[in-house]
């Protein structure tokens, strides 16, 4: 694992020990081509961070500001690894995703990755509560990566989804605010 580009470009990342699935740097290249617009002043969160390494992309390609969070302690050990790595201090959550979302209530995001264990099936709730505690920017995004096999809806409380894109065995859902797609 590597950051890609941007000021950071080149360093190695560390993966927590435990189940992760960090994603893979071409279908993180295929992502922040996608996205790299939206990254340059953002601010974003990266839910169930894993690594960190979203988040520490974003910062390297100018990102002005990253709120990461996870509630496994061998992922923020890595996180905070990685961090060292690139001179940064994180802001960083150790805490359920919940919780997380709560404090930043009307925070404004521009970018959240939301990447759970696929397995738990935390889609709806994740946005339910992004739309709860209106944590995404008017013009925001919300970026959900899940297994190819699963099929996230086209809209939700809060957000209508405006693209999908397959990479291998994984899949990026992209939503926006509804009033933004109107």
Request: with cysteine; net charge positive; aromatic share 10%.
């Amino acid at each position: 694992m590597r950051v890609i580009t941007g000021k950071y470009k080149g360093r190695t990342l560390v993966a927590p020990k435990t189940a992760t699935r960090p994603t893979l740097d071409r279908t993180k290249e295929t992502l922040f081509n996608i996205i790299n617009g939206k990254i340059p002043d953002s601010f974003v969160v990266d839910l169930f961070a894993g690594s960190g390494q979203l988040a520490i992309e974003c910062l390297s390609r100018g990102a002005r500001r990253a709120v990461l969070c996870d509630s496994a302690k061998d992922a923020v050990c890595a996180i905070k690894t990685n961090f060292q790595k690139i001179g940064e201090t994180p802001e960083l959550y150790f805490c359920h995703y919940k919780q997380c979302l709560e404090r930043l209530k009307n925070g404004n995001a521009d970018i959240v990755f939301v990447d759970p264990p696929y397995k738990e099936g935390l889609y709806g709730d994740v946005m339910h509560l992004l739309h709860l505690f209106n944590v995404v920017g008017k013009e925001g995004i919300v970026v959900c990566e899940h297994s190819a096999n699963n099929v996230l809806p086209l809209q939700t409380e809060g957000f209508r989804q405006y693209d999908c894109r397959k990479i291998g065995s994984v899949k990026f859902t992209f939503y926006k605010r509804r009033e933004s797609c109107e």
